[in-house]
């Protein structure tokens, strides 16, 4: 760079004003990087406070600040090496309303190191109609992205579909497993949900045991403890059932054995001593029924190491003890609990649960450290890969001021390196003309229009699928539904009365041929949705009774394999450990898995100078952990360079169609 372009360069940069979102993991390295790299005026949102488990990344952060704020925690630490600078913390939420348009506005440029889908979605839209461009990022463990959203340049970053969850056929986690996370599955989403969870979802836990005659358990009751049960008769009873009874019952189907290994029906007679647990004396370790997070099974039985893998024995403990201790201390959590990866007692049931099937099938068994992360989605967070893709969001940022349009990347950190690169520089997409969100494309959606109410519309369109938090609903100029505080009541009445209306019967009657306005004005995203009338939809393909055309929705992710699969619910991204999962069992039938999105090409731009100047990348995070995204070059037809990622899809938030085919310049 010629030292007139440095100055304005540096010039540019000493009067920016910034809006980090995010100070996490990538957000702290951001944050110094900023500071070092010659910004003087900064705003952080973060609605967090500190946690002890942030502290081995986010270095801003010190044991004394574990319950602080980390905006304000963060700009109190660089100030100290950088005091002359400015930094405005907000410990609020990035969607509160006070963050509207007009806030965006005031910023030269919105630099994202967020962790869900739903506050980046938030943060596209406000910086859109703010026309502000956005740098977005993320990361897991090795893997990383940096990209580049500015309006009507580039696409934005709900131009392309995204990640869908991680299914599994449903008959591979019931009967068939052949991996440990097939096991963490069924504990999980199965097991855990039908003793633990509410009772009235739906469960594929007894497939093997309904089809039976021989059998005098009644089977609506057999999960339930019977009046005056003896907690561990209880325990044993249903230990029995699920690792014996229903083993038994599969193995009487001899077709499903033909080509597999058979498993083996395990009995707690055989793996326990007689009853009741020796207790090490220190049951009374295990704190108070208030103190959930520390309840443990593991404490109880004086068991330490949750890197040990567990002996069949041992898990077979844990399994009972922890069903005691929800039983006789967590009682009035029964009914209502999900699976929690925060939550000891339940990663304890769980890694025990899945280690007696994994037993019994013949697969590795797991320690509870290994188990946890499986359960939980964790990707163990990488500081370094923070730390270059804080740097490269710098660079992106950069460039950004000094409009250098053509030179915006997108940039992917590997964790294999390709060609000698572990960074990936890739020409960012242009904007997608079909994307309601920044073309403004209308939607349509079939319904049945004499059927669903204006409740589910709102909850199922505009909330699920647009994700619109603050919406109002208009059929021309009649207001069907709109939320806010400073509504009159009998406005809020006559909203409350629409919601349960079918659209037929509201006052402005919605019939096939209307077209609905939907806006968030927070987001300011107006969408029109198209209204189809349609009379049937098939429970299974369409659980939702509806239809909506013109959303991209997320592309299939694995083979199909039966008739129904169950997800592991969607990893996250970004930041730190990839552990927020919605943690969602997702019963579908394969046919509702859309095609995947046609390859696309794109150009690939050679690291330049500087090592990191100007990349861009794609990254696959892997769902479990038998994959790695890794990079391979494959042939086209066009005889250019092509690579192509390969693992599982992506994962990040950021971006999912890994299949897409990257053309190197
Ligand atoms: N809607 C939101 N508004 C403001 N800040 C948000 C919002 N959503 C997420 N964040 C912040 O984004 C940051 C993401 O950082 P990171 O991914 O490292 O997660 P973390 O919560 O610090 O770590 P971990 O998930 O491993 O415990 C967090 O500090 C979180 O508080
Ligand atoms: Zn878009």
């Not at 801003?60 to 704020?69: A, D, E, K, P, Y």
């Not at 910086?127 to 990209?147: D, I, K, R």
């Not at 009682?331 to 990663?347: M, P, R, Y």
């Not at 369109?461 to 109002?472: E, F, N, R, T, Y």
């Amino acid at each position: 760079m010629a030292p007139k372009q440095l100055s304005s360069a540096k010039e540019l940069i000493r009067r920016a004003k910034v809006l980090m979102v995010g100070a996490g993991g990538i957000g702290c390295e951001l944050l110094k990087t900023l500071a070092l790299s010659g910004f003087e005026d900064i705003h952080i949102i973060d609605m967090d406070t500190i946690e002890v488990s942030n502290l081995n990344r986010q270095f801003l952060f010190r044991q004394s600040h574990v319950g602080q704020s980390k905006a304000k925690v963060a700009r109190d630490a660089v100030l100290r090496f950088r005091p002359n600078i400015n930094i405005t913390p907000h410990h609020d939420n990035v969607k509160d309303p006070h963050f509207n348009v007009d806030f965006f506005k005031q910023f030269s440029v919105v630099l994202n190191g967020l962790d869900n889908l739903d506050a980046r979605r938030h943060v596209n839209r406000l910086c859109l109609a703010a026309e502000v461009p956005l740098v977005e990022s993320g990361t897991t463990g090795f893997l990383g992205q940096v990209t580049v959203h500015v309006k009507g340049k580039t696409e934005c970053y709900e131009c392309q579909p995204k990640p869908a969850p991680k299914k599994y056929p449903v008959c591979t986690i019931t009967s068939t497993p052949s991996k440990f996370i097939h096991c963490i599955v069924w504990a999980k989403e199965l097991l855990f949900a039908k003793l633990f969870g509410d009772k009235t979802q739906d469960n594929d836990l007894n497939v093997h045991s309904s089809d039976t005659s021989s059998s005098s358990e009644n089977l609506e009751d057999v999960f339930e403890r019977k009046k005056d049960e003896d907690i561990e008769d209880y325990g044993r009873r249903i230990f029995d059932h699920v690792f014996g009874y229903n083993i038994e019952m599969a193995l009487s189907n001899e077709d499903t054995w033909k080509n597999r290994d058979r498993p083996r029906p395990i009995y707690s007679k055989d793996t326990l001593p007689g009853k009741s647990i020796k207790h090490n004396g220190n049951i009374s370790k295990n704190g108070s029924t208030d103190d959930t997070p520390s309840l443990s099974a593991m404490t109880s039985l004086g068991m330490r190491s949750p890197q040990d893998v567990w002996s069949l024995m041992e898990n077979s403990k844990v399994f009972i003890e922890a069903l005691k201790l929800f039983f006789t201390r967590r009682e009035k959590d029964i009914g209502s609990l999900t699976f929690d990866k925060d939550d000891q007692l339940a990663v304890e049931f769980v890694t025990a649960a899945a280690n007696i099937r994994a037993s019994s099938f013949g697969i590795p068994l797991h320690s509870l450290f290994e188990a946890k992360g499986m359960a939980g989605n964790i990707v163990h967070a990488v500081a370094t890969t923070n730390a270059v893709i804080a740097g490269l969001i710098v660079i992106e940022a950069i460039k950004v001021l000094q409009n250098e349009t053509e030179n915006y990347r997108m940039t992917y950190c590997l964790e294999y390196p390709n060609r000698n690169m572990l960074l990936m520089p890739v020409e960012p997409y242009e904007p997608n003309k079909s994307c309601y969100v920044c073309s403004k494309t209308p939607l349509s959606l079939e319904i049945n229009t004499h059927r669903s109410k204006l409740r589910d519309f709102v909850e199922k369109i505009v909330k699920a699928k647009l994700g619109m938090h603050s919406p109002i609903i208009m059929h021309g100029s009649a207001l069907l539904y709109e939320v806010g505080d400073d509504l009159e009541e009998d406005m809020v009445a006559n909203y409350a009365a629409n919601l349960e209306k079918v659209l037929y019967e509201l006052p402005s009657q919605v019939s096939g041929g209307t077209t609905l306005t939907v806006e968030d004005m927070q987001q300011e995203l107006v969408c029109s949705v198209n209204i189809k009338h349609r009379d049937e939809f098939d429970e299974e393909k369409e659980p939702d009774g509806m239809v909506l055309e013109g959303w991209s929705q997320p592309p299939p992710e694995e083979k199909k394999e039966a008739n129904h699969t169950v997800s592991n619910a969607g990893t996250s991204i970004s930041g730190g450990p990839v552990s927020k999962s919605s943690e969602v069992v997702e019963i579908i039938t394969v046919e509702e898995e859309l095609e995947a999105a046609p390859p696309k090409k794109r150009k690939l731009t050679t690291i330049i100078d500087r090592g990191a100047a100007s990349p861009g990348g794609y990254s696959s995070i892997p769902n479990d952990t038998d994959n790695r995204g890794k990079v391979q070059v494959v042939d086209d037809d066009d005889e250019e360079d092509m690579v192509m990622l390969d693992g599982a899809p992506g994962v990040f938030d950021g971006d999912s169609d890994t299949s897409k085919k990257r053309k190197l310049v």
